[in-house]
C-alpha cells in the first residue's frame, strides 16, 4: 500500500511559478513511475508528466518547456516544477504512483489532489 499526499497548491497570476509536492509513504518508492496529472472542470483527467524508476521522463505537450519533473528517493518525494503558468493550467493536479510487475499485477495509487489556479 502506498499513501500519497500533493502539496503546493494555490492562487497565482499568469507567468508565474508554483511547486508542487507529493509525499508517498512506502519503503519501496523508487520502484514505481510517479505521475502528475490534472482535471480542470468539465474536463477528463489528463497526464501532466511522468517519471519513470530510471529517471527518465514524458510530458504533455502544452505543459513541454514549462513544467519539470523530478523525484528525490531519498525523501520518498515527487515534484513539478511549473513556470510560465497560463489560465489553462488551472485544475486540481493528483500525484500518481504506478508499477506493473512481472506477473502483470499492477500496483496503481492516487493523491488527493492539489489544486492550481492562475488568474489575475
Known amino acids: 500500500q502506498v499513501q500519497l499526499v500533493e502539496s503546493g497548491g494555490g492562487l497565482v497570476q499568469p507567468g508565474g511559478s508554483l511547486r508542487l509536492s507529493c509525499a508517498a509513504s512506502g519503503s519501496i518508492f523508487s520502484s514505481y513511475a510517479m505521475g502528475w496529472y490534472r482535471q480542470a472542470p468539465g474536463k477528463q483527467r489528463e497526464l501532466v508528466a511522468v517519471?519513470?524508476?530510471?529517471?527518465?521522463?514524458n510530458y504533455a505537450v502544452p505543459v513541454k518547456g514549462r513544467f519539470t519533473i523530478s523525484r528525490d528517493n531519498a525523501q520518498n518525494t515527487v515534484y513539478l516544477q511549473m513556470n510560465s503558468l497560463k489560465p489553462e493550467d488551472t485544475a486540481v493536479y493528483y500525484c500518481?504512483?504506478?508499477?506493473?510487475?512481472?506477473?502483470?499485477?499492477?500496483?496503481?495509487?492516487w493523491g488527493q489532489g492539489t489544486q492550481v489556479t492562475v488568474s489575475s
Open positions: 517519471i519513470r524508476s530510471g529517471g527518465s521522463t
Open positions: 500518481n504512483a504506478h508499477r506493473v510487475l512481472l506477473t502483470g499485477y499492477e500496483y496503481d495509487y
